[in-house]
């Protein structure tokens, strides 16, 4: 017999890695379904008239192809040693931290910690960054991470005049906040009507502004005590924030100790890669009274339904998906594996150790300052930490380049100064380096070098003193705390997280390698353009395929998550409208089921919000939203729809609400958090849309990392590209939101690794299996729990909302009780009373198999069987498996006086015999927890119980 070579491709990325189910299982899916074939489903799924005619065509990569490509492209990048600072600085991750948390699945593809029983391992973590930066700032309260310094300073802004009792409508800046600070706040005042007053400190007059920010220290690193002009702020009851830097208030006086109401900054060098600008944890602390003005999330302490001690996210009541129009904020994505990270690095060095390294640093600084002097330059000012400037006069170009001769970039400052920021990475060779450049061959010095700035400067309270930064520092202690945090969670490592409107789909190791190669995470933002050429190749590369993947003409890559793309998207359409003279435009059509964030970007760039209607089926009410826009006429700006519908279903008429957008001047903004059902199949920008998010952390696989980092880069046709944001250091018309050009640049290989791997066609194929799963589950559901929305042809788009709602009056089962009985499955609850209260929406996205679907619709046919044993008078309305989950070990060994087993009770089916997700908590109790509100670490007694 003649021999058959195998035609079996070990190496296809998309159908053997990425997709889950195989040829087989898909067939045995679509005779559930009743579709004869996958092509079929998807031609009655998605309306013909928004296909795109021609395919996505570039050719899939294997692993190995695409890591060798990224190296080499990587090698375009110049790794050199950063002096240039001005919020971004050298450090060192500690190898422990990178390999046990920003290498390690069990944490970076966890998702945001809504589902408190299974996320305590992560809230432990936020709660011990919080801690960390109310300890380092002096002030009681902190949130769990916020996007960057830059946004980090507006959010402050923008909360400060919430809270103000001062009824004017200017902001005082100083004009020592780092330049990208600045022009992000100039950003966000514009559209709000806020002026902004630039101007030295000193000359600040209270009286005229409802508040004030000071950076400490200093972009070009004056250190001053603002304790006169917070005093000053206050009598005129406006209030004072300042932007601060934590390695510098180990050693300086904290801003509590001056009064401040705010604090904001970046925990980057605690231990997070510059990244040529991102992704870093930015932080906020205030005054207890201003907590519930506060953005972004915060961990609080709570109980479970033992009173046993357990943490979830507080005050969610101020979020946009709770309260829209109370929204303080649109900040949903932020920035928790990187505020996991800085948290670790300060258990990890302690108080000692992070005194330190701010001796080290500010010594070092103290020393390369002396060399200079005694070589003849300028040193200003007179009292600074890390930074200062030298004068050089017409030296500076000469300077600059020596000091690149020697692998060092320094930061031009104006014609005829150097800026200097020493960091944790500056060792005494890279000191004489420097004063190489500068022409001086001294020696450099050990020994105490005195101080740079004066005793009163310094800070007189302690910090850290909780017994968590306190541990023995062993890494096998270490490693063992954050092996124990990550088991007490669940993330994808160990079970599909269905969470619609989030595509938890599979983050590929290969697609993770890249972003810890020096090459890409220690470049600065801000190094000469031809250090950074890798960065540039890739960026082109990646706009390229996605402006092909959604038909639009350019790219930004700037904002950092969705809803940032949002208000950057809503900016450029303003931007536009003003251009043509039509400025006066202010009304955003927006349906009912948007998601919160939508109404709250459209509040940020001064939009008036009209709500459009559902129809009976679920879609637009087109005759609503034809009023709407007509009764808006002229004033009409724009419409945000959402595409496919976050009730997960492709609308008909998604064509005719463009065209009556742009019939009455309108730019339509589509929200592309749904791509993941477009992608080869049809483009956004032929719909008829102008503008678009891409969520990179959805749709192409940045992993969630337990609520970010993300990546909302915005897609325009041609007529916006001019419009889009631009930034102090690349240029452009119109104002950056993001503090990096390209905001979390260094987690960008990921989608580009992602879409090479899969080429055109299996990127189009990932979209048709992430419908066919959805169609699989509804289809296996539907009888239990209805499908409350489905297309004409009766079938579902990438997700499918489930209506438990009927069985809240007979059974007394809510929503929260499936959610949380499903934790007993070992499952992650699907997205819940979004956008329908008292639903569950659920995407299965394209990574999961067929097997692990089956598990999850058993975990739910079973839930739906204990409900009937409920209906059918078996089990006790208050007293049943689904009121008492999840269940625990201590539930599982406590007295069992239940009216079910302990088999029923702790292994439903879907759960795993051996290898059985417990959760370490039972069922928080919510409003417990907003009741008694705890934001920092609970006393030490308590870890001691939790070792216990
Ligand atoms: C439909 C929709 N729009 C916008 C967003 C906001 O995106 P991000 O969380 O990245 O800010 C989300 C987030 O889940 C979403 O589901």
């Given at each position: 017999m003649a021999y058959t070579p195998s035609t079996y491709n070990p190496y296809d990325f998309a159908n053997r890695r990425h997709i889950g189910p195989s040829p087989e299982e898909m067939d045995a899916m679509l005779a559930v379904i009743g579709a004869p074939s996958l092509d079929a489903l998807i031609d009655e799924t998605v309306p013909m008239g928004i296909r795109q005619m021609e395919p996505l065509n570039w050719a899939p990569m294997t692993e190995h192809e695409v890591l060798g490509h990224i190296r080499k492209v990587a090698k375009q990048n110049v790794v050199m040693t950063s002096l240039i600072g001005q919020g971004f600085y050298g450090t060192v991750t500690p190898p422990a931290i990178q390999r046990n948390i920003l290498e390690n699945p069990a944490w970076y593809t966890a998702y945001t910690p809504y589902q408190p029983e299974i996320a305590q391992g992560r809230l432990e973590a936020l709660l011990n960054f919080q801690t960390m930066v109310s300890d380092m700032t002096g002030l009681p309260v902190a949130n769990a991470s916020l996007l960057d310094e830059a946004t980090a300073c507006a959010e402050a802004m923008t909360m400060a005049q919430r809270v103000s009792k001062s009824k004017m409508t200017r902001f005082f800046v100083d004009e020592n906040c780092h330049p990208q600070n600045i022009a992000v706040m100039q950003t966000r005042a514009a559209p709000l009507g806020i002026e902004i007053v630039m101007g030295d400190p000193r000359d600040l007059d209270p009286a005229k502004v409802f508040g004030a920010i000071f950076q400490y220290p200093g972009t070009y690193g004056v250190v001053t005590d603002f304790t006169p002009q917070i005093a000053a702020l206050h009598e005129a009851k406006a209030v004072a924030i300042m932007a601060t830097d934590l390695m510098a208030l180990t050693l300086l006086k904290d801003p509590g100790a001056m009064d401040a109401d705010i604090a904001v900054g970046s925990a980057q060098r605690f231990g997070v890669p510059m990244g040529f600008g991102g992704p870093h944890a930015a932080f906020m602390s205030c005054k207890d009274e201003m907590k519930r003005a506060m953005p972004g999330r915060i961990v609080g302490v709570s109980v479970d339904a033992a009173g046993n001690r357990a943490y979830r996210l507080s005050l969610q009541t101020r979020e946009q998906h709770i309260r829209r129009e109370k929204a303080t904020s649109n900040v949903c994505t932020a920035q928790a594996l990187l505020a996991v990270m800085a948290s670790f690095y300060a258990v990890f060095h302690g108080p000692a150790g992070l005194r330190a390294i701010g001796e080290m640093i500010h010594f070092n600084a103290v020393r390369l300052a002396e060399g200079l002097k005694s070589a003849g330059f300028k040193i200003a000012p007179a009292a600074f930490y890390d930074t200062f400037t030298v004068e050089v006069g017409a030296m500076q170009g000469v300077i600059l380049r020596s000091a690149m001769a020697e692998g060092i970039n320094l930061r031009k400052v104006g014609t005829d100064k150097i800026g200097i920021s020493v960091d944790e990475l500056t060792s005494p060779e890279i000191i004489a380096q420097v004063w190489r450049a500068f022409g001086s061959d001294a020696e450099v010095p050990g020994g105490f070098p005195g101080l740079g700035v004066p005793e009163k400067m310094l800070r007189k309270s302690s910090y850290l003193s909780h017994p968590i930064f306190g541990m023995n520092r062993a890494e096998g202690e270490m490693m063992r705390y954050m092996r124990r945090l990550a088991d007490r969670d669940l993330a994808l490592d160990r079970a599909m997280i269905p969470l619609g409107s989030c595509t938890m789909k599979l983050n590929a190791a290969v697609e993770m390698m890249p972003i810890t190669w020096p090459e890409f995470n220690a470049i600065h933002p801000f190094a000469p353009e031809d250090?950074?050429?890798?960065?540039?190749?890739?960026?082109?590369?990646?706009?390229?395929?996605?402006?092909?993947?959604?038909?639009?003409?350019?790219?930004?890559?700037?904002?950092?998550?969705?809803?940032?793309?949002?208000?950057?998207?809503?900016?450029?359409?303003?931007?536009?409208?003003?251009?043509?003279?039509?400025?006066?435009?202010?009304?955003?059509?927006?349906?009912?089921?948007?998601?919160?964030?939508?109404?709250?970007?459209?509040?940020?760039?001064?939009?008036?919000?009209?709500?459009?209607?559902?129809?009976?089926?679920?879609?637009?009410?087109?005759?609503?939203?034809?009023?709407?826009?007509?009764?808006?006429?002229?004033?009409?700006?724009?419409?945000?729809?959402?595409?496919?519908?976050?009730?997960?279903?492709?609308?008909?008429?998604?064509?005719?609400?463009?065209?009556?957008?742009?019939?009455?001047?309108?730019?339509?903004?589509?929200?592309?958090?749904?791509?993941?059902?477009?992608?080869?199949?049809?483009?956004?920008?032929?719909?008829?849309?102008?503008?678009?998010?891409?969520?990179?952390?959805?749709?192409?696989?940045?992993?969630?990392?337990?609520?970010?980092?993300?990546?909302?880069?915005?897609?325009?046709?041609?007529?916006?590209?001019?419009?889009?944001?631009?930034?102090?250091?690349?240029?452009?018309?119109?104002?950056?939101?993001?503090?990096?050009?390209?905001?979390?640049?260094?987690?960008?290989?990921?989608?580009?690794?992602?879409?090479?791997?899969?080429?055109?066609?299996?990127?189009?194929?990932?979209?048709?299996?992430?419908?066919?799963?959805?169609?699989?589950?509804?289809?296996?559901?539907?009888?239990?729990?209805?499908?409350?929305?489905?297309?004409?042809?009766?079938?579902v788009a990438h997700e499918c909302i489930v209506d438990p709602r009927g069985f809240e009056k007979p059974t007394g089962v809510t929503?929260?009780?499936?959610?949380?009985?499903?934790?007993?499955?070992?499952?992650?609850?699907?997205?819940?009373?979004?956008?329908?209260?008292?639903?569950?929406?659920?995407?299965?996205?394209?990574?999961?198999?067929?097997?692990?679907?089956?598990?999850?619709?058993?975990?739910?046919?079973?839930?739906?069987?204990?409900?009937?044993?409920?209906?059918?008078?078996?089990?006790?309305?208050?007293?049943?498996?689904?009121?008492?989950?999840?269940?625990?070990?201590?539930?599982?060994?406590?007295?069992?006086?239940?009216?079910?087993?302990?088999?029923?009770?702790?292994?439903?089916?879907?759960?795993?015999?051996?290898?059985?997700?417990?959760?370490?908590?039972?069922?928080?109790?919510?409003?417990?927890?907003?009741?008694?509100?705890?934001?920092?670490?609970?006393?030490?007694?308590?870890y001691i119980e939790a070792a216990d």
């Open positions: 250090q950074s050429e890798g960065y540039a190749f890739m960026i082109k590369d990646l706009a390229d395929k996605l402006c092909d993947i959604t038909g639009y003409d350019a790219m930004s890559m700037q904002p950092n998550s969705g809803a940032q793309g949002e208000y950057a998207g809503l900016l450029t359409i303003m931007a536009y409208h003003r251009a043509n003279g039509q400025g006066g435009r202010n009304i955003c059509l927006i349906p009912m089921s948007a998601h919160g964030t939508n109404p709250a970007s459209a509040q940020m760039v001064g939009l008036k919000v009209v709500v459009v209607n559902t129809a009976a089926n679920g879609d637009i009410d087109l005759e609503d939203f034809r009023a709407k826009a007509e009764a808006a006429g002229d004033k009409l700006a724009a419409c945000m729809i959402t595409y496919p519908s976050t009730h997960g279903v492709f609308e008909e008429t998604v064509k005719e609400v463009c065209q009556i957008t742009h019939d009455h001047g309108g730019q339509v903004y589509l929200d592309g958090a749904n791509l993941n059902a477009l992608v080869g199949l049809a483009k956004p920008g032929d719909i008829g849309s102008d503008v678009s998010h891409l969520n990179l952390h959805k749709t192409f696989c940045i992993p969630h990392g337990g609520g970010g980092p993300g990546m909302g880069p915005i897609g325009v046709k041609a007529h916006l590209e001019r419009f889009l944001p631009g930034h102090p250091e690349t240029g452009g018309e119109t104002g950056p939101v993001s503090a990096a050009p390209y905001g979390s640049a260094s987690i960008l290989p990921i989608s580009w690794a992602y879409c090479m791997l899969m080429g055109g066609a299996g990127l189009t194929q990932a979209t048709k299996v992430a419908i066919l799963n959805a169609n699989y589950i509804a289809a296996r559901l539907d009888a239990a729990f209805p499908v409350l929305y489905k297309g004409k042809q009766g079938r929503v929260d009780d499936i959610a949380k009985r499903l934790v007993d499955s070992g499952f992650h609850a699907p997205t819940m009373s979004f956008p329908v209260p008292g639903t569950l929406m659920i995407e299965p996205t394209e990574s999961e198999t067929k097997a692990e679907l089956d598990r999850f619709c058993e975990a739910m046919l079973s839930i739906r069987s204990e409900i009937a044993q409920i209906e059918n008078g078996e089990l006790p309305q208050d007293n049943n498996p689904l009121k008492h989950a999840p269940h625990t070990v201590n539930d599982l060994v406590a007295e069992w006086d239940r009216p079910y087993s302990r088999e029923q009770g702790c292994f439903p089916p879907g759960s795993f015999r051996v290898d059985k997700y417990w959760p370490p908590v039972g069922r928080v109790d919510n409003a417990y927890g907003d009741r008694n509100l705890i934001c920092l670490c609970p006393p030490p007694e308590h």
